[in-house]
């Protein structure tokens, strides 16, 4: 089957699958042209899209017109599915992480690469990153509603303080509660002290990438190659070796998830 149906990119045909086929193709590619990172952080589905393919297309192709257009079966489709092939398994972000906050390194990615090849598994799918302090209400306002006593177990003092305030206004609206649990975040930011370490800011994000790998979408990804108990030791490995600079199994608690934390450029992959 072709990389792509039809052709993708300015004044293509897009469809929707072709233009998921490019994006995670590309994605892939960055984390082997380093060099194009920072430029692609934050893809979008229009000019950013048209953007990447015609930086690719200028680089490895261009003897070919660099309109940021991709044909079907052209050398520069062509040789951007056989790269990103190459990269071996695949890391996406799932459809609940707003395109701002796709901020994890092409180094993390790589990590985690690492630790599917290990696993022998094809994919895993990113679910949470940076959180900015009304999200991070926002997500343990409704955890907090369906377990109460699993979100404690899941943060230490300072986020116990931030589910005090929910505990002493449930009765309240969502919004009026998520207000204030927003404020409590924020005022225990200002003394330095964070709920989680999802809880950041994009400059200090870029320096430290905090992340989830949700089970259930990196198992649907992933299909008969997921193996849950392989991954989880792929990490803890990592983590030794000094990959990851802090790594959670928390597969079994009500967010069901890899928590990973890592330095960008720790240590050569």
């Known amino acids: 089957m ?8 300015r004044g293509g045909v897009n469809l929707p699958a072709d233009v998921m086929a490019v994006h995670e193709a590309l994605d892939q590619f960055d984390l082997w042209d380093t060099s194009q990172s920072v430029l692609f952080a934050k893809p ?4 950013m899209l048209e953007l990447r393919i015609a930086a690719f297309q200028r680089r490895f192709a261009p003897f070919q017109f660099n309109a940021g257009l991709l044909e079907p079966n052209s050398t520069a489709a062509n040789l951007l599915a056989g790269y990103a092939f190459a990269m071996g398994p695949l890391v996406e972000y799932g459809d609940g992480v707003e395109q701002a906050l796709r901020l994890v390194s092409p180094y993390a990615k790589g990590v985690v690469k690492k630790a599917l090849t290990a696993a022998k598994m094809d994919a895993a799918v990113i679910t949470s990153t940076l959180r900015l302090p009304a999200k991070q209400a926002d997500i343990m306002y409704g955890n907090a509603v369906i377990n109460l006593q699993g979100q404690k177990d899941l943060y230490g003092p300072t986020g116990d303080a931030v589910l ?3 505990e002493d206004n449930k009765d309240k609206t969502k919004a009026e509660v998520v207000k204030l649990m927003t404020e409590k975040i924020e005022a225990q930011l200002a003394e330095g002290k964070q709920v989680s370490n999802h ?10 990438n905090v992340f989830d790998l949700g089970v259930n979408s990196t198992k649907k990804k992933a299909g008969k190659s997921f193996n849950m108990a392989a991954l989880t030791k792929a990490f803890k490995a990592l983590k030794a070796e ?4 802090h790594f959670i199994d928390e597969t079994a608690k009500s ?3 890899w928590h990973l934390e890592i330095v960008p450029d720790a240590k050569p992959l």
Not at 2 to 9: A, D, K, R
Not at 44 to 47: D, G, L, P
Not at 242 to 245: H, L, N, T
């Open 255 to 257: 967010n069901s998830c």
């Open 199 to 208: 809880v950041s800011t994009p400059a200090k994000y870029s320096t430290y």
């Open 164 to 166: 005090k305030v929910y």
């Open 44 to 47: 979008k589905m229009s000019m």
């Open 242 to 245: 000094g990959y990851i600079a």
């Open 2 to 9: 072709p990389f792509i149906l039809f052709s993708v990119g």
